[in-house]
């Protein structure tokens, strides 16, 4: 409510739950005393609070975010592909919020970021930045300025190179923790080719992207982080945007033996760095 979203009816069990909100917003809403048990029946936690809202689905175009919000705001955008966990994106949007990303695009196949476990986890971050959903990949560049550089979070587990170039011959896993053996591939001159079944549809050539890690400097003006599912991984075309826009792939290394860290915790760190290099940059010059 506090970040302007339109309350239509409220449930509530307790009379004294409403001194607890806005009442300036409470004007407009349908008001519905009812006892506790039902709302226990309602919910689909397990340790309901007594008091459930009903709000308008926003639009983000006509959305009017928290000032606060829109002041630090950063050129640095977020893509969630194939993210299909409620929990993981909710706190994947809170993450986004709290760096001050400017926009989320989710690509179909991402759940619903108004699925209700997303709404929780999310945190209110629903409202405060623009989230567009249900994206085609070939849509998606249309929501980046064109200037925008992509980059990728991705899990590679071998040992890389200063100059972050690949090893040619060496056998790699390109999707952000997947390890679905029919991902691996293996470079020949300038592409990246999948090892697997040439007839199977899925194993595409790989664009070649340049990988470095995620704490060297990336973040040098309007930016767009894309990171994947925890089943399947980047998606081809999201490795295409990286390679148009002149973008990389940015790797967590983890101690030996672990394999790769859960996509809501990996975006965190990546956009985090992020925030840190776009504001070191703001205050360079």
Not at 136 to 150: A, F, I
Not at 181 to 210: A, F, K, M, N, T
Request: aromatic letters at 8%; hydrophobic letters at 40%.
């Amino acid at each position: 409510m506090e970040a302007g979203a339109i309350l239509h009816t409220l449930f509530f069990s307790r009379v004294d739950q409403l001194k607890m909100l806005p009442s300036d917003k409470l004007q407009k809403a349908n008001l519905v005393k009812v006892k506790f048990q039902d709302i226990d029946l309602w919910s689909d936690v397990v340790a309901p609070q007594g008091i459930m809202g009903i709000f308008r689905k926003p639009d983000h175009v006509k959305m009017k975010f928290p000032e606060t919000q829109l002041k630090n705001t950063l050129p640095l955008s977020l893509v969630c592909d194939n993210i299909r966990d409620p929990g993981n994106l909710g706190t994947i949007l809170r993450s986004a919020a709290g760096a001050g990303c400017n926009k989320v695009l989710l690509t179909k196949g991402c759940v619903d970021a108004w699925e209700p476990k997303v709404i929780r986890a999310g945190m209110g971050a629903h409202f405060r930045l623009p989230i567009i959903n249900n994206l085609e990949w070939d849509t998606v560049g249309n929501y980046l300025s064109e200037n925008t550089k992509v980059f990728v979070g991705d899990n590679y587990w071998k040992t890389v190179p200063h100059e972050a170039e690949f090893t040619p011959g060496k056998a790699i896993d390109y999707g952000w923790i997947s390890n679905d053996p029919r991902r691996i591939g293996y470079i020949e001159g300038d592409d990246y080719y999948s090892s697997g079944d040439e007839g199977d549809e899925e194993l595409q050539d790989i664009p070649r992207v340049p990988i470095q890690q995620y704490h060297e400097q990336w973040a040098r003006g309007p930016s767009a982080l894309v990171i994947g599912g925890e089943t399947h991984g980047l998606s081809i075309e999201s490795l295409l945007l990286a390679k148009n826009s002149r973008g990389r792939r940015l790797y967590i290394p983890v101690v030996p033996g672990i394999e790769s860290l859960n996509s809501a915790m990996a975006v965190s760190i990546l956009l985090f760095e992020g925030r840190r290099q776009l504001l070191q940059l703001e205050s360079s010059s």
